[in-house]
């Protein structure tokens, strides 16, 4: 069965720090990746998305992800992270040609101290 | 456009009652689906409906029911709810299920006592 895991659970850091949140999934086959993200309070909202082409994807708000297909990974990053980015985050995998199902990691708080 | 719609906002239910939670699209999307969101565990996929006039399960679908009334519309159904229910219900759709990312609701907070 797919799974996908996210490695930090919490995160703490300062403003301007930099951000990386890892995220591995297990499939075999050809998959399309995505990261959302759940502000306080509010639906999720899609930071990035892979389908094809280059592995370096860049999305919203600064934020961009790299898949590295060897290692079944696609870890999100940011290089200067602001008190507006606490959140949490979401790692999903969709494998291509299943109705567009989605299987989510379980999530990553994100907490910047200002 | 509002996108996807969701009602209600927030319930609590009695043990053994029944209620539907409403979810809405106006992008004219063929797929649709239902998760359930719990702390550490992410989301998770309860019913999902590719087009209108079908419907499949997810990961997690006993003690749910569901209907796609039409192509905006698509119900999720407790017969009989239990404590472990109690969660945050998120609706998506997206255009044609494969090659798009999916867009959400804002959520139902159902509590069951």
């Known amino acids: 069965a797919q799974s996908v895991s996210q490695h930090n659970h919490h995160v703490i850091l300062s403003e301007a720090a930099s951000l990386e949140l890892g995220c591995n999934y297990s499939y075999g086959g050809t998959v399309n990746l995505f990261w959302y993200v759940q502000y306080p309070g509010q639906h999720l909202q899609l930071l990035l998305k892979y389908f094809s082409g280059d592995p370096l994807v860049k999305g919203i708000k600064g934020f961009e992800a790299e898949f590295i297909k060897s290692k079944f990974s696609f870890n999100l990053r940011k290089p200067s992270v602001q008190w507006s980015d606490t959140a949490e985050y979401f790692c999903?995998?969709?494998?291509?040609?299943?109705?567009?199902?989605?299987?989510f990691g379980q999530g990553t708080t994100l907490q910047v101290k200002p | 456009n509002a996108g996807v719609t969701q009602t209600p906002k927030f319930q609590v239910l009695k043990t053994g009652q029944s209620m539907t939670l409403q979810c809405a699209q106006d992008m004219n999307h063929n797929s649709m689906y239902w998760y359930r969101q719990d702390p550490g565990m992410g989301l998770r996929l309860i019913y999902y409906s590719a087009s209108e006039g079908t419907t499949d399960k997810g990961e997690v679908p006993n003690g749910y029911n569901v209907s796609r009334l039409n192509k905006r519309e698509f119900s999720l159904r407790l017969e009989s709810a239990a404590p472990s229910q109690t969660s945050v219900y998120f609706c998506?759709?997206?255009?044609?299920?494969?090659?798009?990312?999916?867009?959400f609701g804002p959520g139902t907070r159902l509590t069951v006592l």
């Open positions: 999903a995998v969709n494998a291509r040609g299943n109705t567009g199902k989605l299987i």
């Open positions: 998506a759709s997206n255009p044609s299920g494969t090659v798009s990312e999916q867009f």
